[in-house]
């Protein structure tokens, strides 16, 4: 059985200066270390474990490696687009993702896995989860209501996705406002009307590069 380890031994073969150098400047104040692994050979190496067994997985989110968390969300995401995957096998993948929340500290790692493993898992389920961290103090866990909708929208359900944008339109961070722009885009291309209502509405209260992102559909 493959375990953590053999990841993590394999990304630091595939380490390189280079990609150290160029991961380590694009991680400037995230509390996380660098191998140094090309992203392309990051999702390739995931790929390759997808069958990890998910206490595995969970021992990659609670390594402090960058590329190592990246490859255990990047295992649950993958598993998570297969499409007889069961209504339990979406809640484990669930699970092990909202137990890890608070490891999710680079804003790719939510929008590399959120959309699939907890908007996919929430689709025919109450959406109050989402609700709760667009109510969160932490913009990583408010980024993470507006992204885990993007799947659920592209399946024509754009409610819920709204009423989040609603009460995160006028939020300043930056990690906040860019997904709200995404999520009305992507309301956009199922309803139009409704997403161009919605900035009528809010609009004033976003920023200009948001509203430059929600009428890109």
């Not at 009305?184 to 430059?212: C, N, Q, Y």
Request: charge should be positive.
């Amino acid at each position: 059985m493959r375990t953590a380890t053999d990841v993590v031994d394999e990304l630091r073969r595939h380490a390189d200066q280079r990609e150290h150098a160029k991961t380590t400047r694009r991680m400037v104040g995230v509390p996380l270390s660098v191998v140094g692994v090309r992203m392309g050979t990051v999702f390739a190496v995931a790929k390759e474990h997808r069958a990890l067994p998910l206490s595995e997985v969970a021992a990659l989110l609670e390594r402090d490696e960058y590329e190592s968390r990246m490859v255990g969300v990047s295992v649950l995401d993958f598993r998570a687009r297969a499409p007889r995957l069961d209504d339990d096998g979406r809640q484990a993948l669930y699970d092990v993702w909202m137990d890890h929340l608070d490891r999710m500290v680079a804003w790719d790692l939510i929008d590399r896995s959120a959309p699939r493993v907890v908007g996919l898992h929430l689709r025919h389920r109450s959406r109050a989860p989402l609700f709760t961290l667009a109510a969160s103090p932490d913009p990583l866990h408010r980024r993470t209501a507006v992204v885990a909708t993007f799947a659920i929208v592209r399946l024509g359900d754009v409610d819920d996705a709204l009423a989040i944008c609603a009460l995160l339109a006028a939020d300043r961070d930056p990690l906040v406002q860019s997904p709200v722009g995404t999520a009305l885009r992507e309301v956009g291309r199922i309803d139009a009307a409704r997403r161009d209502a919605f900035l009528a509405a809010h609009g004033p209260s976003m920023s200009a590069a948001a509203r430059r992102v929600a009428l890109t559909a």
